[in-house]
């Protein structure tokens, strides 16, 4: 979620008016991809995209015609655990559980403590648990067979993004609703314990955070988006310490066998690039791997290793609906896909 930028719009723009009554229609997921489109803040108008693959149709409006209501407002992360997709809506402050094969709501799980916002961010599981970051200061761990919250862990200022890694738990801790005095920390959670283990520093404002194959964790910080450049730097998940800080501008990444994925979005100029880093020998293997003239506006990055495809999610100035843009795994561009508002995250169905 770009909360500052996406605040301002929200304000210029007006969410759809929609009957929350209206029936609903079963369909069976199959053969496609499931798209969560953040919408704009306070506009509650975040909603989910089905791209069926077998005829290239777009549902632009799933959630909303298998369940007869509304996502919430800002979905802000989205990922399959066994049979059931876990949805972060996060000013809406609940974690949506939908039935994978026809995209119905299991259970919709308040994320508040007592009277107070928690923030959910985002997700990962293990073990049977999920671990969700709150931007008040916690991991929440939730248990995937009762659907219920069963401990709160503490760790520092506003979490977003969690990596898991030889039996750890990895944290950014961005402090990010305390601009400009943000954090710089990366939690270290022992699995076992539930404990935090470590507290290490990595730079100003950490976000993304993601492992490699050969179990190596990358974070990306994001600095002040002026003085202070995005870096991307790599955590040795054994001894916990900080062993590299590469040079160039990051905002995202996303694995790809043994490369990443490595995603930039310049707020001052508007502009995109996408970079290949080879995660083996730790270079850059190619510095503009794909054209970003046909992008608006880069707003995130996932490789199906299934179909061996690369996807683009262009959020169009965040002002208009937005676009699954899809490429072969050489950066060739081939088609696009029109979705919902501000497209995030992607589910793939084989």
């Known amino acids: 979620m770009r909360l500052s930028s996406l605040f301002v719009l929200s304000l210029l723009l007006f969410a759809c008016d929609k009957d929350d009554n209206q029936p609903t229609v079963t369909e069976t997921l199959d053969n496609g991809i499931l798209v969560l489109c953040e919408g704009l803040f306070q506009q509650n108008n975040s909603s989910l995209s089905w791209i069926d693959l077998s005829n290239e149709t777009v549902n632009t409006d799933f959630f909303t015609s298998q369940n007869g209501r509304f996502l919430g407002d800002t979905g802000n992360d989205m990922k399959v655990y066994g ?38 961010r985002s997700i990962t599981f293990y073990n049977g648990k999920a671990f969700v970051t709150c931007y008040d200061g916690f991991v929440d761990v939730i248990d995937t067979t009762s659907l219920t919250i069963s401990q709160r862990i503490p760790v520092g200022s506003n979490p977003e993004g969690l990596a898991i890694s030889n039996g750890k738990l990895f944290v950014s801790n961005s402090g990010g609703l305390n601009y400009p005095a943000v954090d710089s920390t990366v939690s270290i959670i022992d699995l076992a314990s539930y404990t935090e283990l470590d507290r290490i520093v990595v730079g100003k404002n950490p976000g993304a955070i993601q492992v490699d194959s050969e179990g190596d964790v990358y974070v990306i910080t994001r600095g002040n988006y002026g003085t202070i450049p995005s870096r991307m730097v790599r955590i040795n998940s054994q001894t916990n310490a900080v062993e590299q800080t590469f040079s160039f501008d990051a905002s995202g990444m996303a694995l790809m066998q043994d490369y990443f994925l490595i995603s930039f979005y310049n ?17 850059l293997a190619n510095s503009n791997f794909i ?60």
């Open 291 to 350: 054209s970003t003239s046909g992008l608006t506006t880069l707003y995130g990055i996932q490789y199906n290793p299934v179909s061996d495809k690369i996807y683009c999610l262009d959020a169009m100035n965040y002002t208009n609906s937005g676009y699954v843009r899809q490429y072969t795994s050489s950066g060739v561009f081939e088609k696009s896909y029109h979705v919902g508002l501000n497209p995030s995250k992607l589910v793939f169905y084989e």
């Open 267 to 283: 707020y001052s100029t508007q502009t995109s690039e996408i970079r290949l880093f080879n995660t083996l020998s730790e270079t």
């Open 83 to 120: 049979s059931k997709i876990y949805i972060i809506v996060n000013n809406s402050n609940t974690v949506e559980v939908i039935n994978k094969k026809d995209g119905k709501s299991i259970k919709q799980i308040s994320m508040t403590n007592g009277a107070a916002a928690k923030q959910p």
